[in-house]
């Protein structure tokens, strides 16, 4: 199977062969090689060193914002907090107070008022970031495509 996903510039390349699966995940320059058995990963990154010029960097550690972390039963815990630490202090909201809840009870958006934000490119972007947190933080999934409805008024109380 082959899956180009030419907005993302990314490949993945599935191969199955005598009860071994191998996986290829190439974005832009940066590959990640995997697959049930060591063998066969090694030999594919020995084929592919014979091509390409090839820098191997140990065990996956960060990739496109999500860290990764090899636990002892040979499982991945995949995390973004890194990549939220970051868009916290892009927002200039490190050091803000959490909350309990990701938005007010009762609290309405419009797309009237004034006080429009100073930055409004900087603003989506942390909203587009906000929707990349999503995938594993489904409870603010709600409130974030609530501001994204108003993506055209940029109000500071979205």
Known sequence: MLLIEPA???????????HTHTHIM??????????????SVQLLIDRLSKVFALKQL???DYFLGIEAKKLPSSSLHLSKAKYTCDLLHKANMFEAKGSSTPMPSGQKLSQFGSGYVEDSVTYRSIIGALQYITVIRPEIVFIVNKVCQFMAQTLQNH
């Open 8 to 18: 993302f510039a990314s490949i993945l390349h599935n191969h199955t062969h005598t």
């Open 26 to 39: 190439v974005y832009v320059d940066d590959i990640i090689i995997t697959g049930s058995s060591a063998k």
């Open 58 to 60: 140990g065990d996956l």
